[in-house]
């Protein structure tokens, strides 16, 4: 290998490299676990609904139930 060519894949190594502490990669890291965060959180929502008993999850009943008292007041 003549040094043209281990100078070249030298620089190919480093550019291949993600810079991590730039603002832009900093604010997509932060959009990635965001995204991440909301995803996993529908998902137990998903799974805690498909589980509970839907006797416990008739909000809007219990609403409407609660409605005409604080009326009443």
């Known amino acids: 290998m003549s040094v043209a060519e281990i100078q070249d894949n030298k620089w190919e190594v480093s550019a291949a490299k993600t810079p991590i502490g730039t ?3 900093i604010g997509l890291l932060i959009m990635m676990s965001g ?3 909301f995803f ?4 137990i929502g998903s ?3 498909t589980f ?7 909000f809007d009943k219990k609403q409407q139930i609660d409605k005409p008292a604080a009326k009443a007041e």
């Open 47 to 49: 799974v805690i609904g």
């Open 23 to 25: 603002p832009g990669s």
């Open 52 to 58: 509970t008993d839907t006797k416990e999850m008739n």
């Open 40 to 43: 996993v959180a529908i998902l």
């Open 35 to 37: 995204f991440t965060l």
